[in-house]
């Protein structure tokens, strides 16, 4: 089964299966969900060798009888386009520059059975974040100086008996990073080599006891802004729930 294939089946399962009475003419679900990622294809934009941002904030805009329709969902059908979305960017290798929204909008100028994706990348400056996610969990690296270790004095905590209290630090100026062992009582591995200095490139690992921290930078922008009451527009916003891989 194919990419597009696959896509189009899983927001097939967990939305048509449920709803199917609802669409018997106009738009289907599925034609949204993959209308969205023929937008993500559509702008992708290479920013580094490793990196192709792609846009976090997209309207659907639907006639006034498809909007009906879908708005018999809720927030259903907005929460699997959000998941699918995610899974295709990670799929590509695509960065979002912030949050990931989707609202759903009605257009008087569009017949039944048409839509129209508008997109953009979040307004505001694109950044790089320095980040280490330690087992499944993401901590930001806010200070040019972070300590890891299993002490409670350590910019970062963790239960590891195999680790000094402070074990090893990371510093991170905005653009490049370095990782320094701070006469630790097992040492540092870098990338499985020992170290006591050494320059971290992104996606590295470093081994401190029986853990594992893995370096990233990441895109971050400013979030969209957020809806006010006078809105007539129906929107649903989800936010970013988990790590961006």
């Known amino acids: 089964m194919g990419l597009l294939d696959s896509f189009e089946k899983g927001l097939e399962r967990a939305v048509n299966g449920a709803f199917a009475k609802t669409f018997r003419s106009g738009i289907q679900p599925v034609e949204i969900a993959s209308a969205l990622r023929s937008e993500l294809d559509k702008k992708a934009v290479v920013v580094t060798r490793d990196r ?4 976090n904030t997209f309207v659907v805009r639907l006639s006034p009888a498809d909007d009906e329709k879908m708005s018999a969902l809720g927030s259903t059908l907005v929460t699997e386009l959000d998941a699918l979305v995610k899974k295709h960017a990670r799929t590509q290798g695509y960065s979002f520059a912030g949050p990931v929204a989707i609202s759903i ?8 059975g048409t839509l129209r994706v508008d997109s953009q990348t ?3 400056q694109v950044a790089w974040r320095g980040v280490v996610d330690i087992d499944g969990k993401r901590h930001p690296l806010s200070s040019a100086r972070t300590v890891i270790g299993r002490g409670s004095d350590a910019d970062i905590t963790i239960p590891d008996a195999g680790t000094s209290r402070k074990h ?6 905005g653009e490049r990073a370095m990782v320094r062992d701070l006469g630790s ?6 990338n499985g080599r020992k ?3 050494a320059a971290l490139p992104p996606d590295s690992t470093i081994s401190i006891g029986r853990t594992n921290i893995v370096f990233r930078v ?3 922008a400013q979030p969209p802004r957020r809806p006010s009451a006078s809105d007539a527009t129906r929107i649903f916003d989800v936010r970013e729930r988990g790590p961006l891989s």
């Open 52 to 55: 192709i941002l792609t846009p």
């Open 105 to 112: 909008e009605r257009d008087g100028s569009l017949s039944t």
């Open 122 to 124: 979040t307004e505001g």
């Open 168 to 173: 090893v630090e990371i510093l991170w100026d």
């Open 185 to 190: 009582t097992n040492g540092t591995t870098l």
């Open 195 to 197: 170290v006591t200095e």
């Open 218 to 220: 990441v895109a971050q």
